[in-house]
């Protein structure tokens, strides 16, 4: 089990730029997968993107706005949004893969779950 705490929330304005980070604790984070997932009001969890030791993917919507990173060393992964929209709003949540390969769309691939950060961009 993995233990996942995410930060780096808050108001922007549309055009500004957020930088998430999610702290990771428990298994060894190095060989686990992770992922950012979102949650409008009144809409289905979606995903964002993901990384494993190959590299990073993406949600169509986010492509060339978004960057996911991670620090092994750190046990951390970060989600840089730059160019944010309105649509962008809603509660971002990390997640940990089952597997170390695992970098895809499907939440029920993802194991453990953090408690979400606020992302609230206004136009």
């Known amino acids: 089990q993995v233990q996942l705490v995410e930060s780096g929330g808050g108001l922007v304005q549309a055009g500004g730029s957020l930088r998430l980070s999610c702290a990771a604790s428990?298994?060894?984070?190095?060989?686990?997968?992770m992922g950012w997932f979102r949650q409008a009001p009144g809409k289905e969890r979606e995903f964002v993107a993901a990384?494993?030791?190959?590299?990073?993917s993406y949600a169509d919507s986010v492509n060339g706005r978004f960057t996911i990173s991670r620090d092994n060393a750190k046990n951390t992964v970060y989600l840089v949004m730059n160019n944010l929209k309105p649509d962008d709003t809603a509660v971002y949540y990390c997640?940990?893969?089952?597997?170390?390969?695992?970098?895809?769309?499907?939440?029920?691939?993802?194991?453990?779950w953090g408690q979400g950060t606020q992302v609230t961009v206004s136009s």
């Open positions: 997640a940990a893969s089952r597997t170390w390969w695992y970098r895809g769309s499907d939440p029920n691939e993802y194991a453990d």
């Open positions: 428990g298994r060894t984070f190095s060989r686990v997968a």
């Open positions: 990384i494993n030791f190959r590299g990073g």
